[in-house]
């Protein structure tokens, strides 16, 4: 970054208070930044996360609800009685397995297949297997792609929002961590400036003496001259303070609270020369509402409310399904050697109506007033996502107007300065006059690095409202990779 200083800036001399310089300087550069923000912060290791958590959920629901479901099941018993003074004694066992088929028009069907074995003392054991096949399908409640898919359909809805939140994240905390770096920029520019600030006003403090010396001056002059050096090393303790203060918040922006202690930064990126985006209003807002997360998770709740209220709607049918199946038994009569098997074959159709209607039209109200509330939240987050894209854009444009102000401030106050000194070093000038000139190039100095400042933030509010945030920072392969990671467990 160039920030124009005072015309004394060509000083050589060093005040007591310099900056230490026996550190060797870490380089340090925004890929790093990025890099390290993505990795090693905790608000995108629970996004990423989440996605991967989300995506194994879909993944799983996908492949197992209209999958088939294969159960097994086993049983023995043992027991005795007494009759007529006489005890008996006697034993079963059962094993059954189960294929249970869902489809997406919500029929079942199942397979079956059960053995049995029934065992008395003294008696041939008693052999039993039975096989089936049945189907059912409901034509009312619980019918339809709508209702047999909406575990599914929430599960879609949660992954989209997981996916999107992430995005949003990683922007989120890169902007921070840029801001913060440029924080830290601008903190070692300051103390640049209060090190010139304080070899002006020791120049002065010699000057000054000179001048009392040669009778040139009154000696009143050297305490507001004192004054002055005083003022300019404490601007430099302050300044140095301000600069620990700023790489301890890139530090934790980047997720590492102590990841510059002892160190000594040398900040290697400036953005001075960065371009403004050439977009205009529509556009903008155009490709806001495309980015924004937060309208996509307002969409989806209206999907999800539309789909509560669906199922609601669905609940309120009567329950009409329509079954067959078919049953094979077989096995041996006890005291002989044959075996006796039959077949039995079914069709029905089952009708099911509560009287109760209130709690099921209560549900339905809900679900129809909170459709209702969704749509308004979606409305309102429309019009928040164009206002801001607006006023994002209009805060770049204010912010460069008022660098250029600050940047011709601090001209006019480098000239005052340059004329005040020439002025004190004739003897034609009052110390007071000076200490305002250095004290309007200070002010003229920190103005200039707010407004740099500000005109940077507004470059990335403006990336993140359009969603070219991280393509611009180099940072969309890591989006990508984790994206890819996530559609890997969908598709494992």
């Not at 005291?335 to 039995?344: D, E, F, K, L, Q």
Request: glycine share 6%; net charge neutral.
């Amino acid at each position: 970054m160039t920030t124009a200083l005072s015309a004394a800036s060509v000083l050589s001399s060093e005040g007591p208070d310099a900056l230490e310089t026996s550190i060797r300087p870490k380089p340090l550069g925004t890929a790093e930044v990025v890099q390290t923000t993505f990795t090693d912060n905790l608000a995108m290791r629970t996004a990423v996360s989440n996605l991967l958590l989300q995506a194994q959920r879909l993944g799983r629901v996908a492949r197992a609800e209209f999958s088939p479901k294969l159960s097994t099941s086993a049983s023995t018993q043992r027991s005795s009685s007494i009759a007529s003074g006489a005890s008996q004694l006697s034993a079963q066992a059962q094993a059954a397995l189960d294929l249970n088929w869902r489809l997406r028009s919500g029929a079942n069907i199942k397979l079956s297949n059960s053995l049995g074995r029934n065992a008395q003392p003294g008696q041939q054991a008693n052999n039993t297997q039975q096989i089936g096949i049945s189907i059912s399908q409901p034509l009312l409640k619980g019918a339809g792609r709508v209702v047999t898919e909406a575990s599914l359909t929430g599960a879609e809805s949660a992954y989209r929002v997981a996916a999107k939140t992430l995005g949003q994240t990683a922007q989120t905390l890169l902007a921070q961590a840029l801001n913060a770096y440029i924080a830290v920029q601008q903190a070692q520019e300051a103390t640049k400036q209060a090190q010139v600030a304080f070899d002006l006003a020791q120049r002065v403090y010699e000057l000054n003496t000179a001048l009392v010396s040669a009778g040139r001056s009154p000696r009143n002059v050297l305490l507001q001259s004192e004054s002055d050096v005083a003022a300019a090393r404490l601007g430099i303790a302050q300044a140095q303070n301000a600069q620990r203060q700023a790489v301890r918040s890139l530090a934790q922006a980047m997720g590492r609270s102590n990841l510059f202690d002892g160190v000594e930064l040398l900040l290697t990126d400036s953005f001075e020369h960065d371009n403004d985006p050439a977009t205009d209003e529509t556009t903008l807002i155009g490709q806001a509402l495309q980015a924004s997360t937060e309208l996509l998770a307002a969409r989806e709740a209206v999907a999800q409310a539309e789909l509560a209220l669906a199922l609601a709607n669905n609940g309120l049918l009567p329950s009409l399904a329509v079954s067959a199946g078919s049953t094979i038994a077989s096995g041996n009569t006890p005291g002989t050697a044959g075996v006796a098997s039959n077949r039995n074959n079914s069709i029905g159709l089952s009708l099911e109506y509560s009287f109760d209607r209130a709690p099921l039209q209560i549900e339905k109200n809900t679900a129809q007033l909170n459709l209702e509330t969704a749509r308004a939240q979606l409305q309102e987050a429309e019009q928040r996502v164009r206002d801001g894209a607006i006023d994002a854009l209009r805060n770049l444009s204010f912010a460069r107007a008022q660098q250029g102000l600050a940047r011709n401030a601090l001209a006019l106050a480098n000239r005052q300065l340059d004329a005040e000194v020439t002025r004190q070093s004739l003897g034609r000038s009052g110390q007071l006059e000076l200490t305002n000139a250095q004290q309007s190039l200070a002010a003229a100095n920190r103005q200039l690095l707010d407004t740099a400042r500000q005109v940077f933030r507004a470059r990335n509010d403006l990336a993140q409202i359009d969603g070219t945030l991280l393509q611009k920072w180099g940072a969309q392969s890591l989006l990508d990779s984790w994206l890819a990671q996530a559609q890997q467990e969908l598709n494992p």
